[in-house]
T-cell receptor, first 118, second 119 residues
Framework: AQKITQTQPGMFVQEKEAVTLDCTYDTSDPSYGLFWYKQPSSGEMIFLIY??????QNATEGRYSLNFQKARKSANLVISASQLGDSAMYFC???????????????FGRGTSLIVHP | DAGVIQSPRHEVTEMGQEVTLRCKPI?????LFWYRQTMMRGLELLIY????????DSGMPEDRFSAKMPNASFSTLKIQPSEPRDSAVYFCASSRFTGTGRANTGELFFGEGSRLTVL
């Protein structure tokens, strides 16, 4: 079974500073994908970034980067130069690869609420 | 391209009434998921379909909940009769299975959600 743990229910950051949102996972799947989603107050779920378990380099998408430490089973999201519009809930998720016997059902963490102060 | 389309966006109903939520997945996507989001329980997977066939409905809370996918472009989630504890945001999401490693672990595309309030 897959499990995602987000230990920070809430985080605060000053505008223009960087912030790290923690995510640890547990799986026995040999290969898998890790994702981060943003949910602003308007409610939609916005895909931010993806990391494959077989990727050698950490994923980056603009101001978002994923600090992937496979041995520690962590996939932390780093947001650089925070903006007021980054205030939202952030969800870490994973899914396995069926061909390798993994679970294709996505598993989500409970989320971290980020508030960016001016 | 159009994303996942859900309707209605908001629904307010009285206890005991039937509620039907609708979803149109992205064309070409062969997996469809129904999630429920509440403050208490977070995001819960209710049911998912592969090629219009229900694969796992173990997350459906009770017999009052049912879901169908009559074709590749339409799915419904029905609650009958509805209860106040069913109040939540219901998300539909779709994804595409490509059969090859990297892309096979691709992301879900979510609809904007249907906010249900049962009085």
């Amino acid at each position: 079974a897959q499990k995602i743990t987000q230990t920070q229910p809430g985080m605060f950051v000053q505008e223009k500073e960087a912030v790290t949102l923690d995510c640890t996972y547990d799986t026995s799947d040999p290969s898998y994908g890790l994702f981060w989603y943003k949910q602003p107050s308007s409610g939609e779920m916005i895909f931010l970034i993806y990391q494959g378990s077989y990727d050698q380099q950490n994923a980056t998408e603009g101001r978002y980067s994923l600090n992937f430490q496979k041995a520690r089973k962590s996939a932390n999201l780093v947001i650089s130069a925070s903006q007021l519009g980054d205030s939202a809930m952030y969800f870490c998720a994973m899914r396995g690869e069926p061909q390798s016997g993994g679970s294709y059902i996505p598993t989500f963490g409970r989320g971290t609420s980020l508030i960016v102060h001016p | 391209d159009a994303g996942v389309i859900q309707s209605p966006r908001h629904e307010v109903t009285e206890m005991g009434q039937e509620v039907t939520l609708r979803c149109k997945p992205i064309s070409g996507h062969d997996y469809l998921f129904w999630y429920r989001q509440t403050m208490m329980r977070g995001l819960e997977l209710l049911i998912y379909f592969n090629n219009n066939v229900p694969i796992d409905d173990s997350g459906m809370p009770e017999d009052r909940f049912s879901a169908k996918m009559p074709n590749a472009s339409f799915s419904t989630l029905k609650i009958q009769p509805s209860e106040p504890r069913d109040s939540a945001v219901y998300f539909c999401a779709s994804s595409r299975f490509t059969g090859t490693g990297r892309a096979n672990t691709g992301e879900l595309f979510f609809g904007e959600g249907s906010r249900l309030t049962v009085l």
